[in-house]
């Protein structure tokens, strides 16, 4: 085992747009643990949108980032060090403690994972907190029905991806998708969604009608601004969204200019329902029997973007937020 650890510390907040001169690459000792404490050689580590609104000193759901001390975030990784009852070295773990070699933690914020049942970076996307986020917030937050039409914004992103599958294979009549390229709008439909779009090729609103001439029942939204501003236009009465994300408008420094026409929810009774996958954890056990059983009888399919190099985890997180990603943004350390 080295001696030396390596991190990335926030260095600077940013305004607007992050750069990498935000971020700094530090060496520091190995930590050792105390007692109930493990340490874990991280073998992944997940960038996530919502990392950005942590970048900014501001009073949110999750406590922000600190400067001059290491981000986190998701990580799976290997116990190498072990002061804590029922963890033993080479233990592979999932936890938070992610944009860094070695990690320190209590044993009680670690979770056992099986290396044999799936690969290592599954847990960082299909079968952990990204597959629970999309089965969660189509299936209880919006409450999807058999036959429905569904609209997914991001849809070749981690969670959008997931979303349009496992809304065909619950039963929904229409899936459609909106995607940043011609190649992701290519993958959108080899996922089995009915219709996808470029939402560089012209408005989204006339795309979504176009897509989606019948209107739509169920909007999973991770974009916001423009796209949470169609989906209302397009939503037929009693529609619901589900609200994971809006990543149009997290470096803007302006006030978003959509969406203008909030007045519709009320002639029409929808249902704009943020949530947190925090908040859904008593699904997981429904949730892995149901997606494990997809996985392996090959109905359900994942894409990742692994950059190797824990230095190059910066510039995997810019290009996360540039939408440079299909699939799940993963960091090889």
């Known amino acids: 085992m080295s001696t030396v650890n390596r991190e990335i510390h926030l260095a600077s907040r940013p305004t607007g747009w992050p750069t990498a001169e935000n971020f700094r690459l530090v060496e520091t000792p190995v930590p050792t643990p105390g007692?109930?404490?493990?340490?874990?050689?991280?073998r992944f580590v997940s960038v996530d949108p919502y990392m950005r609104g942590r970048m900014n000193d501001v009073r949110s759901y999750v406590p922000p980032f600190q400067l001059d001390a290491p981000l986190d975030g998701g990580a799976v990784g290997e116990v190498v060090a072990s002061e804590a009852d029922g963890f033993t070295p080479g233990d592979v773990v999932l936890h938070g403690l992610g944009w860094r070699e070695?990690?320190?933690l209590d044993a009680t914020a670690a979770r056992t994972v099986d290396p044999d049942l799936a690969p290592l970076t599954a847990y960082l996307s299909v079968l952990g907190m990204t597959g629970l986020t999309a089965y969660a917030g189509l299936l209880e937050v919006a409450g999807m029905a058999e036959g429905e039409t569904v609209f997914v914004s991001a849809a070749a992103g981690s969670v959008g991806s997931l979303v349009g599958q496992i809304a065909k294979l619950k039963g929904a009549g229409r899936v459609v998708g909106s995607?940043?390229?011609a190649a992701k709008v290519?993958?959108?439909?080899?996922?089995?969604?009915?219709?996808?779009f470029d939402y560089h090729d012209g408005p989204v609103g006339d795309s979504l009608r176009a897509a989606a001439p019948d209107g739509i029942d169920v909007y999973f939204d991770n974009v916001g601004g423009d796209h949470l501003e169609a989906a209302i236009s397009s939503m037929?009465?009693?529609?619901?969204a589900a609200i994971c994300g809006m990543i149009a408008q997290y470096n803007d420094t302006e006030p978003?200019?959509?969406?203008?026409n909030l007045a519709q929810v009320i002639g029409k009774r929808l249902t704009l329902r943020g949530f947190l996958v925090g908040d859904h954890g008593h699904l997981r056990e429904r949730f892995v029997g149901e997606m494990a059983g997809w996985l392996r009888d090959g109905s359900l399919s994942?894409?990742?973007t692994i950059v190797d190099g824990l230095d190059n985890a910066p510039e995997a997180f810019l290009g996360l937020l540039r939408g440079e990603n299909l699939g799940k943004m993963l960091v090889r350390v």
Not at 35 to 42: A, D, K, L, M, S
Not at 186 to 196: I, K, P, Q, T, V
């Open 302 to 304: 994942y894409d990742e």
């Open 35 to 42: 007692p109930g404490q493990i340490v874990v050689r991280n």
């Open 179 to 181: 995607a940043g390229s």
């Open 186 to 196: 290519d993958r959108l439909r080899e996922l089995g969604f009915d219709a996808a």
């Open 236 to 240: 037929r009465l009693h529609g619901r």
């Open 102 to 104: 070695y990690a320190l």
């Open 256 to 260: 978003p200019a959509a969406p203008r």
